[in-house]
C-alpha cells in the first residue's frame, strides 16, 4: 500500500490556525486523516461549485441586459414589471458585483 505524507507546521498564535488545531485535536487518533481528507474534499468541492455558479450567474446577467437607468442600475424590463417584481438594491448591486468577478 502506497502511503503519502504531509507535514502540517500551524502557527498557534493565529487564531484561525488555533481553532483548526484545537477541531483537529478533538477528533480521535485514528480519525484525523479521514477527516482532514473529507475536509480537504469537501473544501475543493464547495470551491468549484461557487466558480460554477459565478459562471451560470455571469452568463444570466450577460443575457439579462441590464443598463444603467438615472444612475441605478436596473434589469431591462416594462415599468409595470419593475413595479410588480421591485429587485432590491442591495441584489442588483451584488448580482453585478458577481458579473464584474469581485
Known sequence: MA???Y???LNLD???EREAWRILQSKRHG???????????????????EERL???IR????QAHLAPS???????????????KKVP?????FLQSLANGK
Open 3 to 5: 502511503r503519502a505524507h
Open 7 to 9: 507535514h502540517l507546521n
Open 14 to 16: 493565529e487564531p484561525n
Open 31 to 49: 480519525s484525523r486523516t479521514t477527516f482532514l481528507v473529507e475536509a480537504i474534499l469537501q473544501q475543493d468541492k464547495q470551491k468549484q461549485f
Open 54 to 56: 459565478r459562471a451560470i
Open 59 to 62: 452568463e444570466e446577467l450577460a
Open 70 to 84: 438615472v444612475g441605478v442600475s436596473a434589469v431591462a424590463i416594462s415599468k409595470k414589471e419593475q413595479e410588480e
Open 89 to 93: 438594491r442591495k441584489t442588483i448591486d
